[in-house]
């Protein structure tokens, strides 16, 4: 363990402000770095972002492995908060002018961090864990290869050649997207401009404002979080730490007064905060053993992985793509293996380019505890049920701070008529991360084209749609099941369990919710069928969330945002035939960054008022 894991470890375990100030210390430059790259250079919306990076690990910090490595957790947030808050019209037009700027990049071949800012951590976080640990270790936080060897469990020869080889796979990941440097450049542009100094006076405010937030705050409420901490609790804080920088006597009675005032208005925030929490802690939880499930009327078979219903096509495009999309032959596919090695990556990305089921069954035998190898596996419905329930352990092993391994565990349970089994991998979904590896199947799928020779409109648009997605209809069927199961509560007479089933699938279907990188609009349908679902099982006129809503009012939200997205798809539908290479490339470029919705957006105010 890491000196900076055993900081992390002593402030979850024991709240100590201090092991989490030094983590501040630590790792504030880094953050910060990132941070205002991704958010254009804005120092103010950077700050806020670091800000609240800290709050949420403070805040998740008795949650996370002891084993995760602090740099990597908060580089890749860093990531995931910057995006969120750079989601919107300033954020549309900033990436239209990233378009003038690889232009530029392309005409000067020398890394410059400032033109590369915007996309540089983006490809630092499409990375294996293992090698973007590597960069993080060497570059963001400045280690030595010998430091940076420990920290691996390695040596510091094996240190430099991992270090090296990571290079050369963000080098990739930036030519692809015009950016033309060599990875002895950007190794230099790394070691002199992947951090940069934090604003003065910045970490004692994240740092009083994150064990603050740690102290009294749950996963359950990252909106109320970011209200205290964006604003009564950031000015009083700034004063705080003016106060003690220029010592006691300094400012007059005057303004000291003001200032207790401003800090005892906060503690009366804080205590109806911590009020509300408590009683959003209180809900109870679904009782074993759970009742038969009667399926009701609405029930469905589960759907084969050959084509979605009807409801989930999201456009005629998938449907006139989906059986059309070119296939690699053999010897593109070894080309391609030989230049990649046959890695656990590689070899998925070569069996879904060329349907080879050999290469399937050889990623499952040379590397079974893959996350993503099970995930494939899993979700192949060629496989026994016995095989399919030894995947889906291999995955739930593999990846088990994934939410996704549980909830498809779940539905196999609920299939086979173990209810109280499928119940349990629900409950240890609460709280976990969700992912589906969909944008890292894209990347590795379109190399695997681009490779066979196809030109990079082509490679991106033949990835980008061919990712299988079975992985929804089971999701959408586990919702179903879950509203039948609350149902079969409810009929026992225990209403309690039956919400709590309810609320499990509204939680569900928010996995989806909105718009992210790599994601196709049809994600989003399905969180709204799974959330409509479960939100129509229950009194209408119940209140939804803490801002006065109700059950009904978020039904017509939902309603809306469906409405929104096929009108969107429709408006996109004509146009997708027009567009030249170009086009195909910075839209894909969108989809890959932004998620389908803010490509089809891009595409609609570019060429839907002609």
């Known amino acids: 363990m890491t000196g900076s894991q055993q900081l992390l470890t002593e402030y979850a375990q024991n709240g100590s402000e201090a092991a989490f100030r030094e983590l501040v210390t630590r790792y504030l430059d880094l953050v910060y770095s990132v941070a205002i790259r991704l958010v254009e250079g804005d120092a103010h919306r950077a700050e806020d972002v670091a800000q609240t990076v800290f709050v949420d690990l403070a805040r998740m910090a008795r949650t996370l492995s002891k084993n995760v490595m602090p740099g990597g957790w908060l580089h890749r947030h860093t990531c995931f908060v910057a995006a969120n808050t750079m989601r919107g019209e300033r954020r549309r037009r900033s990436r239209e002018r990233q378009a003038v700027e690889m232009n530029t990049l392309q005409e000067h071949p020398d890394t410059n961090p400032a033109l590369i800012g915007p996309i540089l951590d983006e490809a630092i976080n499409k990375l294996g864990e293992a ?14 290869f010998r430091s940076v060897g420990e920290a691996l469990g390695s040596n510091e020869d094996a240190a430099r050649m991992r270090v090296t080889r990571a290079l050369e796979k963000l080098h990739s990941l930036l030519k692809r997207r015009g950016v033309t440097t060599s990875a002895a450049a950007l190794d230099a542009a790394l070691a002199v401009g992947a951090v940069q100094a934090a604003p003065v006076g910045l970490a004692a405010t994240i740092s009083t404002a994150a064990a603050l937030a740690g102290t009294t705050i749950t996963a359950t409420t990252t909106a109320t979080i970011k209200t205290i901490a964006m604003t009564t609790l950031q000015k009083t804080l700034i004063t705080a730490t003016i106060v003690a920088a220029v010592g006691a006597g300094t400012y007059e009675a005057r303004q000291a007064s003001n200032l207790r005032d401003q800090v005892q208005t906060l503690q009366r925030e804080r205590d109806a905060v911590a009020k509300q929490l408590a009683a959003l802690s209180a809900k109870p939880t679904p009782h074993l053993p759970a009742p038969p499930m009667h399926a009701t009327a609405q029930t469905k078979a589960v759907p084969t992985a050959a084509a979605p219903p009807a409801d989930l096509q999201f456009t005629n495009l998938y449907a006139r793509f989906k059986d059309k999309l070119p296939k690699l032959t053999a010897e593109q596919i070894e080309a ?9 990556s590689s070899l998925l990305a070569a069996y879904r380019s060329s349907g080879d089921p050999a290469l399937l069954q050889e990623a499952r035998q040379k590397y079974p505890n893959d996350p993503r190898v099970a ?35 779940a539905l196999n349970y609920f299939n086979s008529g173990q209810i109280d089994q499928g119940v349990q991998e629900l409950a240890a979904a609460a709280g976990k991360p969700f992912q589906d590896y969909g944008p890292d199947s894209v990347e590795d799928d379109e190399e695997a084209y681009l490779s ?13 749609f061919q990712l299988p997605v079975p992985q929804l209809l089971e999701i959408k069927q586990l919702g179903q099941d879950m509203v039948d199961l609350a149902n079969a ?41 799974v959330e409509n679902m479960a939100l129509s099982a229950m009194d209408p006129n119940n209140p939804y969330g803490g801002t006065g809503q109700t059950v009904q009012d978020r039904l017509n939200q939902l309603a809306q945002q469906k409405a929104t997205l096929t009108e ?17 490339i910075i839209y894909i470029d969108r989809f890959s960054r932004l998620g389908e919705e803010a490509a089809e957006q891009w595409l609609v105010n570019k060429y839907g008022q002609q």
């Open 131 to 144: 090698d973007r640990t590597a960069i993080l270790l060497r570059f963001f936080e400045q280690r030595d």
């Open 336 to 344: 391609y293996l030989k230049a990649n090695g046959r890695t656990a």
């Open 375 to 409: 995930f494939e596996a899993a979700t192949d419905k060629d496989l026994s049920p016995e095989q399919q329930r030894q995947w889906l352990t291999a995955f739930e092993q593999a990846a088990p701070n994934n939410a996704l391994a549980n909830y498809l565990s």
């Open 452 to 464: 066979a020779g196809y030109s990079a409109a082509e490679a991106g648009k033949i990835a980008t």
């Open 489 to 529: 509560y409810s009929q026992a007479g225990d209403q309690a369990s039956a919400q709590a089933v309810l609320q499990m699938a509204v939680n569900l279907g928010q996995r989806y919710d909105a718009s992210s990188s790599g994601e196709p609009v049809i994600n989003q349908f399905v969180s709204l069928a």
């Open 568 to 584: 969107l798809g429709q408006r996109t539908e004509s146009l997708l035939e027009t567009m030249s290479d170009q086009d195909w």
